[in-house]
């Protein structure tokens, strides 16, 4: 028996989440891991589901699972957060501006700046010394 579910992708610096979102009972699994357990840092769980907040459901009727690489926490967060924004938008297409409007189908493409030549970051000169 296969289970029907909503797939999506969600990216921010180098983070990448692959997003599974399906009917159930609220279970939120993410590597793996339960989400708190994935997610210790104050605010990043309630941040990641706003968008249910957004379109007006209940986070428990679903079952989530998201596999996730790269980058640090925030990048991460975020990932996942944009990963189920458009994981309901291909469950329900009439939430695209509820999600819209609160800002969770936009895509951040801030990036790290590459590092220059002769600089000791991307933007960081050495120290001048007159003499």
Not at 31 to 50: C, H, M, S
Not at 99 to 122: F, S, Y
Request: charged share 30%; proline share 2%; net charge positive.
């Amino acid at each position: 028996m296969s289970v029907q579910y909503y797939e999506a992708v969600g990216r921010r610096k180098e983070s990448t989440a692959r997003v599974r979102l399906m009917d159930g009972s609220g279970n939120f699994v993410v590597n793996e891991k339960q989400a708190a357990v994935y997610f210790p840092r104050l605010g990043d769980l309630q941040d990641i589901l706003r968008a249910f907040a957004a379109v007006g459901q209940d986070a428990k009727k679903y079952d989530i699972t998201v596999k996730v690489n790269g980058g640090g926490a925030t990048g991460q967060t975020e990932a996942v957060r944009l990963g189920l924004a458009r994981a309901l938008v291909s469950l329900n297409g009439d939430w695209v501006s509820a999600l819209r409007k609160h800002g969770l189908l936009t895509r951040d493409a801030r990036i790290k700046e590459r590092k220059k030549p002769g600089l000791k970051k991307a933007r960081k000169a050495p120290t001048y010394t007159k003499r």
